[in-house]
Nanobody, 127 residues
Framework: QVQLVESGGGLVQAGDSLRLSCAAS????????VGWFRQAPGKEREFVAH????????YYADSVKGRFTIFRDIARNLVNLQMNSLKPEDTAVYYC????????????????????WGQGTQVTVSS
């Protein structure tokens, strides 16, 4: 079993930055992929960013391109989401998801291709 723990959320003002982290236990991310999703109250969970662990290639939702960066820390077995120029519409619970079998490599926005999920961390952006 893989356990994921997100951290780094908080309350910030529009234009500020936050860095979220996703830590894994039980096994490393090696060979698979990691995605970030978010869910705002009353809305469906939506895709944010994806990284292929072994090669580091990334994919982003249009809404965060140019503002968010997903990257991996191989030594610490972490995946981070650097969020810059935050907007109120970025307010949501952010979830880390691990894909063990590379299903998300072809379908990174499909949450069904991920095998494990963290409990989420709240990000609130005020005007």
């Amino acid at each position: 079993q893989v356990q994921l723990v997100e951290s780094g959320g908080g309350l910030v003002q529009a234009g500020d930055s936050l860095r979220l982290s996703c830590a894994a236990s039980g096994r490393t991310f090696s060979g698979g992929a990691v995605g970030w999703f978010r869910q705002a109250p009353g809305k469906e969970r939506e895709f944010v960013a994806h990284i292929r662990w072994s090669v580091g290639s990334t994919y982003y939702a249009d809404s965060v391109k140019g503002r968010f960066t997903i990257f991996r820390d191989i030594a610490r077995n972490l995946v981070n989401l650097q969020m810059n120029s935050l907007k109120p519409e970025d307010t949501a619970v952010y979830y880390c998801a691990a894909d063990i079998y590379r299903g998300s490599w072809s379908f990174p926005t499909n949450e069904k291709t991920y095998d494990y999920w963290g409990q989420g961390t709240q990000v609130t952006v005020s005007s």
